[in-house]
């Protein structure tokens, strides 16, 4: 029964009929079929004939064709054996790797390299788990792989935090993390009409190009402030950082003038500062801090 899921117009039902594949709610397998949608995807992903790419969640393998066309391989990892089975059967194409696996536990770095890859600029794609989003992504943007860029479809409310701005109700800790590491594009919305089957939620593709931090203070501490910023929203920020500035020797008197002198009101709330505040306010915490 061996098919290129390329020739097949309507790939995912006729699959799924003809392996007579189960869905397992345990993974959060929703396909994608729609040839337009997949298509917009790998494009927005601007990949070049040199480049590798890394696919989370192969599912069916439809997008994972459109990427194989547009870029030397692509090594797609998928946890669900079952899939794996058909996907061996369907995808036979020397540029792409099947790996069966959990994504948050294989080696990524050690996969890229078994599938020939010696430096070439490399690519985060994927169809994300909605349950796993944020560590994927997160490992893609923080891990030992250095990924030109990360084209990922996520839930809708997921990319609205993703894309937040200061003062806003999604604006927190992910918005800060992701825009540490990268510019934040906004692709498409996609419908959850457009899946088989379809899931309880709309989708969306963002882009997220890699760059390097765009602010000065070291990444650790400026954590550390930013997680205490945002641990009780309804705080003031001079309360909120009060236990971590004592944490660090620094009195409360020290933390007032510090407040004093940036640019905000100290009975402001950490939802308000954008990044560029939290490196400045983390930086001035560290002078204060006992050598």
Same mark, same amino acid.
């Given at each position: 029964?061996?098919?290129?899921? *390329?020739?097949?117009? $309507?790939?995912?039902?006729?699959?799924?009929?003809?392996?007579?594949?189960?869905?397992?709610?345990?993974?959060?397998?929703?396909?994608?079929?729609?040839?337009?949608?997949?298509?917009?995807?790998?494009?927005?992903?601007?990949?070049?004939?040199? &480049?590798?790419?890394? &696919?989370?969640? #192969?599912?069916?393998? #439809?997008?994972?064709?459109?990427?194989?066309?547009? $870029?030397?391989?692509?090594?797609?990892? &998928?946890?669900?054996?079952?899939?794996?089975?058909?996907?061996?059967?369907?995808?036979?194409?020397?540029?792409?790797?099947?790996?069966?696996?959990?994504?948050? @536990?294989?080696?990524?770095?050690?996969?890229?390299?078994?599938?020939?890859?010696?430096?070439? /600029?490399? #690519?985060?794609?994927?169809?994300?788990?909605y349950y796993l989003t944020t560590p994927l992504i997160m490992r893609a943007l @923080?891990?030992?792989?250095? =990924?030109?860029?990360?084209?990922?479809?996520?839930?809708?409310?997921?990319?609205?935090?993703? *894309?937040?701005?200061?003062?806003?109700?999604?604006?927190?800790?992910? $918005?800060?993390?992701?825009?540490?590491?990268? !510019?934040?594009?906004?692709?498409?919305?996609?419908?959850?009409?457009?899946?088989?089957? $379809?899931?309880?939620?709309?989708?969306?593709?963002? +882009?997220?190009?890699?760059?390097?931090?765009?602010?000065? *203070?070291?990444?650790?501490?400026?954590?550390?402030?930013?997680?205490?910023? =945002?641990?009780?929203?309804?705080?003031?920020? +001079?309360?909120?950082?009060?236990?971590?500035?004592?944490?660090?020797?620094?009195?409360?008197?020290?933390?007032?003038?510090?407040?004093?002198?940036?640019?905000? !009101?100290?009975?402001?709330?950490?939802? /308000?500062?954008?990044?560029?505040?939290?490196?400045?306010?983390?930086?001035?915490?560290?002078?204060?801090?006992?050598?």
């Amino acid at each position: 029964m061996s098919r290129n899921m *390329a020739a097949l117009p $309507s790939s995912v039902q006729q699959v799924i009929r003809d392996y007579q594949f189960r869905f397992k709610k345990r993974f959060g397998q929703n396909f994608l079929g729609d040839r337009n949608i997949l298509n917009r995807i790998a494009e927005s992903a601007d990949l070049k004939n040199i &480049e590798y790419v890394l &696919e989370i969640g #192969t599912g069916l393998g #439809t997008l994972t064709v459109e990427l194989a066309k547009k $870029s030397c391989h692509v090594v797609t990892i &998928e946890v669900d054996y079952d899939l794996v089975e058909i996907l061996q059967d369907i995808l036979r194409q020397d540029n792409i790797t099947v790996v069966s696996g959990d994504a948050l @536990e294989l080696d990524w770095r050690a996969l890229l390299l078994a599938a020939g890859w010696r430096g070439e /600029t490399v #690519t985060f794609a994927g169809n994300l788990p909605y349950y796993l989003t944020t560590p994927l992504i997160m490992r893609a943007l @923080e891990g030992d792989v250095r =990924f030109r860029q990360l084209v990922v479809m996520v839930q809708k409310e997921v990319a609205q935090r993703i *894309a937040a701005e200061p003062g806003s109700k999604d604006y927190g800790i992910l $918005s800060l993390a992701v825009r540490y590491h990268a !510019d934040i594009t906004t692709v498409m919305q996609v419908s959850r009409r457009a899946f088989v089957p $379809s899931p309880d939620v709309d989708s969306t593709v963002i +882009r997220l190009d890699t760059v390097e931090p765009p602010v000065s *203070a070291p990444r650790e501490p400026m954590f550390f402030v930013i997680r205490a910023a =945002f641990g009780q929203r309804r705080k003031t920020l +001079r309360n909120c950082l009060k236990p971590l500035a004592r944490s660090w020797g620094i009195s409360d008197t020290a933390l007032d003038s510090v407040l004093a002198e940036s640019p905000f !009101d100290s009975r402001a709330r950490g939802e /308000t500062l954008s990044l560029q505040d939290f490196s400045d306010l983390t930086e001035k915490l560290l002078i204060q801090k006992p050598s």
